[in-house]
């Protein structure tokens, strides 16, 4: 079967991405199925090889969920004994206190800010979203209000701002100083993050409601609290114990020297998966024994609250498999020859090739990384944009137009309860703001500095 060249195959592309969404939000088709149908039918279309179709769709599923799997396992866990324990009330009341009611997706930006930096965006959402059911429940807002501020406050350090692995490896890439990089990149983030969370996310809870009635919000929202609440500072130990660690095991070098067993040691503790291990383990003592809980009453927690997200893990990993096909199809590499053809500034070309890239694979990761490497060289040569610029621009480039091939859309459609259509209104919206907003900004940084 002859392959499809050139244009071609961006028109494929788009055609299956319409199918994905028609076919979800119109005839309301199960997204796990839809997406492995027309994952194959595109490999089909594309000229894939028969035999190697199936094998690039597993290989992307297998990929994603051998990360994302353990990582939302764990964070479940952990965000169960958190809610069981009344430690996410106890979180949600004082930052309800502490910003008022009126001011709760201030508040949540603000934490997602904070909690974010070193973990990857689904670790956040995952440890965070217990505290953002609560918020809702507690002050009877949408999950759009205080959910949006939440995932805007988490991508916007994701993309920019390092210790974040994606951000840290393009300041690598790029010859950046970090130090002015974390610089730049706060001056960029903030503002954006201010955008595109709590301002864009109060104007459009007017307009989206998510479906009220959410299963996942009974595993995490505890109704009547028996007893006392845990205290603040134990909560906030144990919910920030894995980015502490994380931390830690990115700084490992600054402590001991590398390839010992001391420096080996603290980067397997800061490995995202042993970090949320450690502090769901910490959990079982912090939200579990000492809130007089025995050792069935933990079992049964643990084992409750995996069913509901086994769904959305699978939803997850089928949206990275099309992401896959996409790139063994040679979508991917189509797209990037349209950006380098398109002679643009480093900035911007940093930018557009890492948007065509995230547009094709949906991850922000591979779109950062990808990029750095195919602008990097170009950039060392022609010269003439600052390399901390680069790694901003490149990195807001990553983020834009989420749609049905990357985990985090299927993520915050599933927790938030919401519509594909609804999605692509709130989430979707949100994540291209944030790429054009830190874009502008970026570009406004290089005529000053």
Same mark, same amino acid.
């Given at each position: 079967?002859?392959?499809?060249?050139?244009?071609?195959?961006?028109? #494929?592309?788009?055609?299956?991405?319409?199918?994905?969404?028609?076919?979800?939000?119109?005839?309301?088709?199960?997204?796990?199925?839809?997406?492995?149908?027309?994952?194959?039918?595109?490999?089909?279309?594309?000229?894939?090889?028969?035999?190697?179709?199936?094998?690039?769709?597993?290989?992307?599923?297998?990929?994603?969920?051998?990360?994302?799997?353990?990582?939302?396992?764990?964070?479940?866990?952990?965000?169960?004994?958190?809610?069981?324990?009344?430690?996410?009330?106890?979180?949600?009341?004082?930052?309800?206190?502490?910003?008022?009611?009126?001011?709760?997706?201030?508040?949540?930006?603000?934490?997602?800010?904070?909690?974010?930096?070193?973990?990857?965006?689904?670790?956040?959402?995952?440890?965070?979203?217990?505290?953002?059911?609560?918020?809702?429940?507690?002050?009877?807002?949408?999950?759009?209000?205080?959910?949006?501020?939440?995932?805007?406050?988490?991508?916007?350090?994701?993309?920019?701002?390092?210790?974040?692995?994606?951000?840290?490896?393009?300041?690598?890439?790029?010859?950046?100083?970090?130090?002015?990089?974390?610089? #730049?990149?706060?001056?960029?983030?903030?503002?954006?993050?201010?955008?595109?969370?709590?301002?864009?996310?109060?104007?459009?809870?007017?307009?989206?409601?998510?479906?009220?009635?959410?299963?996942?919000?009974?595993?995490?929202?505890?109704?009547?609290?028996?007893?006392?609440?845990?205290?603040?500072?134990?909560?906030?130990?144990?919910?920030?114990?894995?980015?502490?660690?994380?931390?830690?095991?990115?700084?490992?070098?600054?402590?001991?020297?590398?390839?010992?067993?001391?420096?080996?040691?603290?980067?397997?503790?800061?490995?995202?998966?042993?970090?949320?291990?450690?502090?769901?383990?910490?959990?079982?003592?912090?939200?579990?024994?000492?809130?007089?809980?025995?050792?069935?009453?933990?079992?049964?927690?643990?084992?409750?609250?995996?069913?509901?997200?086994?769904?959305?893990?699978?939803?997850?990993?089928?949206?990275?498999?099309?992401?896959?096909?996409?790139?063994?199809?040679?979508?991917?590499?189509?797209?990037?020859?349209?950006?380098?053809?398109?002679?643009?500034?480093?900035?911007?070309?940093?930018?557009?090739?890492?948007?065509?890239?995230?547009?094709?694979?949906?991850?922000?990761?591979?779109?950062?990384?990808?990029?750095?490497?195919?602008?990097?060289?170009?950039?060392?040569?022609?010269?003439?944009?600052?390399?901390?610029?680069?790694?901003?621009?490149?990195?807001?480039?990553?983020?834009?137009?989420?749609?049905?091939?990357?985990?985090?859309?299927?993520?915050?459609?599933?927790?938030?309860?919401?519509?594909?259509?609804?999605?692509?209104?709130?989430?979707?919206?949100?994540?291209?703001?944030?790429?054009?907003?830190?874009?502008?900004?970026?570009?406004?940084?290089?005529?000053?500095?």
């Amino acid at each position: 079967m002859e392959t499809v060249q050139g244009s071609m195959l961006l028109i #494929y592309a788009l055609v299956a991405v319409i199918a994905l969404v028609v076919l979800i939000a119109k005839f309301k088709m199960n997204p796990f199925i839809v997406l492995i149908v027309v994952s194959l039918i595109l490999g089909l279309a594309v000229g894939m090889p028969m035999g190697a179709i199936v094998k690039s769709f597993e290989t992307g599923v297998g990929n994603t969920l051998g990360h994302i799997a353990l990582v939302v396992g764990l964070g479940t866990m952990l965000g169960k004994m958190m809610a069981e324990s009344g430690g996410a009330e106890r979180i949600a009341t004082t930052m309800i206190d502490a910003f008022g009611e009126k001011n709760v997706h201030w508040a949540m930006m603000t934490v997602a800010f904070i909690v974010g930096l070193p973990v990857f965006f689904e670790v956040g959402f995952v440890l965070l979203i217990p505290i953002a059911f609560n918020v809702a429940k507690r002050t009877g807002t949408s999950m759009v209000m205080v959910g949006i501020p939440m995932v805007a406050g988490l991508s916007v350090v994701h993309g920019l701002i390092p210790p974040h692995p994606a951000a840290l490896l393009a300041v690598t890439a790029y010859n950046a100083d970090i130090g002015r990089t974390i610089l #730049y990149a706060l001056m960029v983030g903030i503002p954006t993050a201010i955008i595109a969370g709590p301002i864009f996310g109060k104007l459009m809870s007017k307009y989206v409601i998510p479906n009220p009635d959410n299963p996942l919000i009974s595993q995490f929202v505890e109704a009547d609290r028996k007893g006392d609440l845990p205290g603040f500072g134990i909560t906030l130990f144990t919910i920030l114990l894995p980015v502490a660690l994380m931390l830690i095991g990115s700084w490992a070098d600054l402590f001991f020297t590398p390839k010992t067993f001391a420096n080996d040691f603290l980067r397997l503790i800061g490995n995202s998966v042993i970090a949320l291990l450690i502090a769901t383990l910490v959990s079982f003592y912090t939200f579990g024994k000492r809130r007089g809980f025995n050792r069935e009453a933990i079992l049964k927690f643990t084992n409750e609250c995996l069913g509901p997200i086994a769904s959305i893990t699978l939803v997850v990993g089928a949206g990275a498999g099309f992401g896959r096909i996409l790139m063994d199809g040679g979508v991917s590499k189509a797209i990037v020859g349209i950006a380098t053809d398109a002679h643009l500034s480093p900035l911007l070309l940093g930018w557009f090739v890492a948007a065509l890239i995230r547009v094709a694979t949906g991850s922000a990761t591979v779109a950062m990384t990808t990029a750095c490497g195919i602008v990097a060289p170009i950039v060392s040569i022609a010269g003439g944009a600052r390399p901390e610029l680069m790694v901003l621009a490149t990195g807001a480039g990553s983020l834009i137009l989420s749609h049905v091939n990357d985990g985090g859309f299927w993520l915050v459609k599933e927790y938030f309860n919401m519509t594909v259509p609804q999605t692509f209104k709130t989430w979707t919206v949100c994540e291209t703001l944030i790429s054009v907003i830190a874009l502008l900004l970026t570009l406004a940084l290089s005529t000053v500095i």
